[in-house]
């Protein structure tokens, strides 16, 4: 058996268009890198997807995600993998890795922050704590933001302030369309 073996045909079609639509590294299973690229913290889990594509802002990831429809695949996001427990086989998925989009930028006077897709709680804390703010934080500092809020996000401050999931007043999101959207309470309630 090859490294492509369990990959559909459709794959590796995909890797090829992937390649020059997205501007961020893409990882097929003949690559060097690739088993580094789709392992997630979870290491009991073998995660095998079609390809990972590690998208430099969201305009790769709106990319990714038309190219995917193109080919017939799917699409799943994963941070830093700490519930990779949960997924399905992946063999007909793109894995886009969001660890490059780490952006934070803390407005102190509005008491709130806007975090990239592959911050991790460690990457807001530190910094709001300069300036006298503390994060609605969970147990371990390498869990990303949006994953654990979109998990609710229960953390040592939830009784006072409320789950992490509560607090977000905004997200830019790729929807299955591969259309980028700034959604909130007013815009596109029902999404956000
Ligand atoms: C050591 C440890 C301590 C923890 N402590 C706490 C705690 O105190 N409180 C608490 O509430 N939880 C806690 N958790 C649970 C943790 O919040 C969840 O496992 C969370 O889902 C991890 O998020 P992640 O992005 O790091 O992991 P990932 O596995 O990378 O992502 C988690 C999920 O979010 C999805 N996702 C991530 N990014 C995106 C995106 N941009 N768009 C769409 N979907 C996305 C992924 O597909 C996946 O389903 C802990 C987990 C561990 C392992």
Redesign the pocket.
Known sequence: MTALDHIPTAAVAAVDALRLRVAGPVFAPEDEGWDAARA???VAVDQRPAAVVVPRDAGD?AAAVRVAREHGLRV?????????G??EALDDTVL?R?TELRDVEIDAAGRRARVG??A?RRDVVLPAAEHGLAAL????P???????A???????LARRFG??ADSILALD??TADGELRRVDADRDPDLF
């Open positions: 997630a913290w979870n990831v799943t996001a994963q941070v830093t993998g700490h519930n990779a949960a997924y886009l969001m897709a592959g991790e934080a969970g147990s371990s390498q869990v990303s933001v949006v994953g654990y979109l998990g609710g996000g229960i953390g040592w789950t992490a999101v790729v």
